[in-house]
């Protein structure tokens, strides 16, 4: 069975007898039934207002948002929204919009705070600034309705008088409410001015009602934007943790400061171009902006298995460098060898004289004294050899690795005992043919890689984030499955992957900062990007993007020296 509501089946006889009562009855019905039809109607408009303040997660559309509702609601010419900032003790400008002015500022237009100054919530004495109704409504968490600004005494309206006389504007009623979260502390301050007569669009007073359905507009925003803030905060705090890991990596040498963070730009950049490109292989490849974000995090955590790798491998300058560089104590024992041979050469001599100091004798040790110079000079030449090679940077002659090797199977003696010019560790290190580090410290070095993926597996990413450690572990890999950790192939490695292991392959060639090479002209580390996807190992179709579009050229005017970019 349905009820009949409407005004229109109302029988005015059963309401009274008498007609003109009746009518009477009839007409406050009627408004009644309006009135309570319009609250149903604010009310819906509230709750649809609600739901898509708490559904919008970008803090400037959310702020926008706020003021656009607030303004529809009560026909509010203008509008500002000022946040409450904690630490300096005063209000910002977070929105600013005036319809017969034409301005919408702030928010996703941009900061406001070189345009606007903060409106302090005290003195310099750390009175509470009571004179600024925004500031007052912070402070006190009281709503305030003027009907006129200019006919308010309560409060100093000296700077909107000085506005309105700078732009012709008039500023006339204004409602301003606070933003309290849900610990009832006051987070913002919402300013409404001007409100219109829906019909003449003349400025009113902003009616009770409209106080009250902004009163809970408010609270609603409130709401929304402390949740936004704290994903926010949470997302900075999380960025901040990623890149303070980062930041100790790099800090395990001084030689690859910064590196993370380098490999970070040219990551980002390499995916802004593939995004932006509308031909070629890439023509309809579009990351979302989750997508985006996961793989600057991956970019970000890329090396973070380093943190399990010795310092001193992490920063091998020298072929023999461990804890410190062990040419010294080669340098020391060679010097104890020479005195050895020094004191026997001596003692023989002595013994020699003891039996016969005739010419012949003496002549003899002329020649032996030769002898000893030759041998001295011979060892001292070895030494300045086993120098040359711990710090070359580049590849060593096989000829001076024979050399090497000759030297570590000599013997010097004391006590009766031998002992090797060189120890098995050092001569195997100063055999290695190219750069520093034995096939050993490689591998170690080599497990940074499984290690990211352990690492990553381990932190409680997001759903939309679910495949960062999958794109920071496999920068290592190569096309043709030479690489590591898990030797994939082709189609096994992910874009992200690609674009991550190029980055880190280009800022490797032409960082200044390596201990074991020089840092590499632009056009030489080009060309060896362009040998490296020739031979199966990085992806092809990238670095063709990379070379044709320049996609480097921001990072490498920031970064490399004019000696590198140098066309001479």
Known sequence: MTQKNSTEDLDVSRLSADKKLGHLLESVVREVKLYAEGQIEHIQKL???????SGQKNLN????????????LSSADAGTLYIVEQKSRSLRFAILQNDSMNIRKGGAGGDLSDEMPNVPLADEQGNPNHANVSSYVALTGESVNIEDVYEAGAFDFSGTKRYDAATGYRCKSMLVMPLKNHEDKIIGVLQLLNAKDPQTGEIMKFHADIVGLVASLASQAAIALTNTQLI???????????????????????????????VVSLTMDVAEAIHGTNTGP??????????????????????????????????KTNKLEGVFD???????????????????HLRVKIDLLKTDNSPAALKKMEAMDRELQARKAEILESLELLKAVNTNKGMVD?????????????????????????????AACLSILKGNLLDEERRLVEQHAEMTINITRELPFPDRFSHVPEYAGAHHEKLDGSGYPLGLTGDQIPLQARIIAIADVFEALTAPDRPYKRPMHISQALKILQEMAAAGHIDGDIVRMFIKQKVYQAYADKELTPEQLSTA
């Not at 709750?47 to 303040?53: E, H, K, N, T, V």
């Not at 995090?297 to 491998?313: F, L, Q, R, Y």
């Open 282 to 315: 890439f023509g309809e490849m579009r990351f979302t902006d989750d997508e985006m974000e996961e793989l600057r995090i991956a970019a970000w955590m890329h090396d973070v298995g380093k943190i399990t790798t010795p310092e001193h491998i992490v920063s």
């Open 61 to 72: 559309t959310l702020l926008e948002m706020i003021v656009d509702e607030a303004r529809k």
């Open 398 to 426: 096989e000829r001076a690795v024979k050399q090497v090797r000759e030297i570590a199977a000599r013997t010097y003696h004391i006590g009766g005992n031998a002992y090797p010019w060189l120890s098995e560790n050092e």
């Open 232 to 262: 926010e905060d949470l997302k900075a705090l999380f960025y901040a943790f990623i890149k303070s890991i980062a930041t100790a990596i790099d800090a395990k040498s001084p030689f690859t400061g910064g590196h993370i963070n380098r």
């Open 326 to 344: 062990r040419i010294h104590l080669i340098e020391t024992r060679f010097l104890l060898i020479l005195q050895l041979m020094e004191n026997r």
């Open 47 to 53: 709750a649809q207002i609600g739901l898509a303040l």
